[in-house]
């Protein structure tokens, strides 16, 4: 079994900054990509940012230069710096990972449970 606790979040004014974290733990043998979606309400979620095990990033073009993904290996954590951050960045934002816990599998999505971040104009 594997958990994705997610940490950070809240409400903050527009322009400014939070940061998101979120750790895996439980029977992990390897993790790929880990990344950070979000869903805003009555909207579809999306990819916002991703990182590879080798620290290859992307990015949703609308945050392109004010978030930046990153991740600790060692540590099965991922984060993420949101600065300039606007109302329409509000959403809550799941932590995903790909990660294999036997020798035989193969990789599979595992999710957070979310966290609410709310800009206010």
């Known amino acids: 079994q594997v958990h994705l606790v997610e940490s950070g979040g809240g409400l903050v004014q527009a322009g400014g900054s939070l940061s998101l974290s979120c750790a895996a733990s439980?029977?992990?043998?390897?993790?790929?990509?880990m990344g950070w979606y979000r869903q805003a309400p009555g909207e579809q979620r999306e990819l916002v940012a991703a990182?590879?095990?080798?620290?290859?990033?992307n990015y949703v073009e609308s945050v392109k230069g004010r978030f930046t993904i990153s991740r600790d290996n060692a540590k099965n954590t991922v984060y993420m710096q949101m600065n300039g951050l606007k109302p329409e960045d509000t959403a809550v934002y799941y932590c995903?990972?790909?990660?294999?816990?036997?020798?035989?599998?193969?990789?599979?999505?595992?999710w957070g449970k979310g966290t609410l971040v709310t800009v206010s104009s």
């Open positions: 995903n990972a790909e990660v294999r816990t036997t020798t035989w599998g193969g990789h599979r999505d595992y």
């Open positions: 439980g029977t992990i043998l390897s993790i790929n990509t």
């Open positions: 990182v590879t095990r080798g620290g290859i990033t």
